[in-house]
C-alpha cells in the first residue's frame, strides 16, 4: 500500500507506521502508570493515553507522509547509522520511564 503525499505522489508508509506503532506501544504502556502515579482514575489515564497515540499518529502521518519529498532518496549506510542511533535513544528512554515507577 502506498500513500499519497500531498502533491499527489506515493510515499513509503513503513517509516510512518512503524513511527506510530513506537509511539502507541510507549504510551500506551506506560501512560496509564503514569496517569495513576499523578492521581488521575484508570479510565481517564487511558483515555488520555489514546488520545494522545491518536495526536501522535496525524503528526507522525504530517511530517512523513504528507510533507514528505518522494524523490529524496537516503543511501543505505547513513538509514542504518540512524536506525543504529534510534535504538540506543529508545533503549535509554525505555529504561529512563521505567525507573520512576520502581522507586
Known sequence: MRLPNRAGMAIDPVPFVVVTAT?????LSFGPLYGQAL???LSTAIVVSVGLCGVSAAVAYYRQVWTAEAS?????????????YLMAILGVGGVGLGVPLLL
Do not use: C, M, Y
Not at 23 to 27: K, Q, T, Y
Not at 72 to 84: C, G, N, Q, S, W
Open 23 to 27: 509511539a502507541s506501544l510507549l504510551l
Open 72 to 84: 529524496l532518496d537516503v543511501p543505505a549506510t547513513i538509514r542504518a547509522e540512524r536506525l543504529f
Open 39 to 41: 492521581g488521575l482514575p
